[in-house]
């Protein structure tokens, strides 16, 4: 694929091509006047003139585009998909992350056989130093959020990993591992989901959980959005969903669904049933 500067470098030698096959259109067209041993020289300063003119008014009309090259300017989003892309160091931690989630929730899978970035989703405004706003090599952002979502076939399954990524003042951003698979709890919310579902499981299993241990979220699953008769769809309607989620507590394998039910108060109330 042609890079962007390359682009921008074929269309500016078009734009000078253009400009030098008008200058010598202009000096075939001009009368014969022009020439010097016809004593016409004020005759072709004033034909000179009036061609600068004449150019000057298409400007003012907006063709002059045609013959000023300008920098492009990127919006904050274009630059996010830049840095993502083309910044080896960050693109080194985020794969190293992934691959170290892998190996906690399926420890039994070595390696990955191929990981797929997605398009970053910005979760607050993201800043970058304003010489990202030219050309040039990515350099890390300043301020924002923004989601990372990765998917990565291994033992012949494609796991997702999720990240929320805050940028720094200085230096690499850094990546906060979300729950993984379909999840789409907000970030502000997680925590105390996983606490509920925590809370349940401990008690379904009281002596299991007696003996300790951490829970971990392997896997989540979307099921469907709240209908207005209950039942559950693929309209969000902002009533809330469902979701099952496969985990690892007190030892063994568990399920459980996870309701988050939207709030008169724009809140959720967060039910937990262990399957």
Request: glycine share 6%; hydrophobic share 40%; aromatic share 8%.
């Amino acid at each position: 694929m042609m890079s962007l500067s390359h682009r921008l470098r074929i269309v500016f030698a078009g734009a000078r091509t253009g400009v030098f096959i008008a200058a010598f259109g202009l000096f075939f067209a001009l009368p014969a006047a022009f020439s010097p041993e016809n004593g016409g020289e004020a005759a072709a300063q004033s034909t000179l003139q009036q061609t600068i003119e004449s150019a000057k008014g298409k400007a003012d009309e907006g063709d002059e585009s045609r013959f000023i090259y300008r920098p492009k300017t990127f919006t904050p989003h274009e630059i996010l998909l830049m840095y993502v892309s083309q910044n080896s160091t960050y693109d080194n931690l985020i794969q190293a992350l992934v691959e170290r989630q892998l190996t906690i929730i399926k420890p039994h899978c070595a390696t990955a056989d191929r990981i797929v970035r997605q398009l970053p989703e910005p979760y607050y405004a993201v800043a970058f130093p304003p010489n990202m706003r030219k050309e040039g090599a990515p350099e890390h952002p300043i301020s924002g959020q923004w989601r990372e979502v990765l998917k990565l076939k291994a033992c012949n399954r494609v796991h997702t990993f999720n990240f929320l990524v805050s940028a720094a003042s200085h230096g690499l951003p850094l990546p906060l591992p979300l729950l993984n698979g379909e999840s789409i709890i907000d970030p502000i919310y997680q925590t105390m989901a996983e606490n509920k579902v925590a809370e349940a499981l401990k008690l379904k299993n009281p002596e299991q959980c007696a003996q300790g241990g951490t829970m971990l979220v392997q896997d989540t699953r979307l099921l469907g959005y709240i209908q207005a008769d209950r039942s559950l769809g693929k309209d969000n309607d902002d009533r809330g969903w469902f979701e099952e989620w496969d985990v690892w507590n007190c030892r063994e394998h568990a399920k459980a669904r996870v309701a988050m039910i939207m709030t008169d108060l724009g809140s959720f109330d967060i039910r937990v049933q262990v399957l």
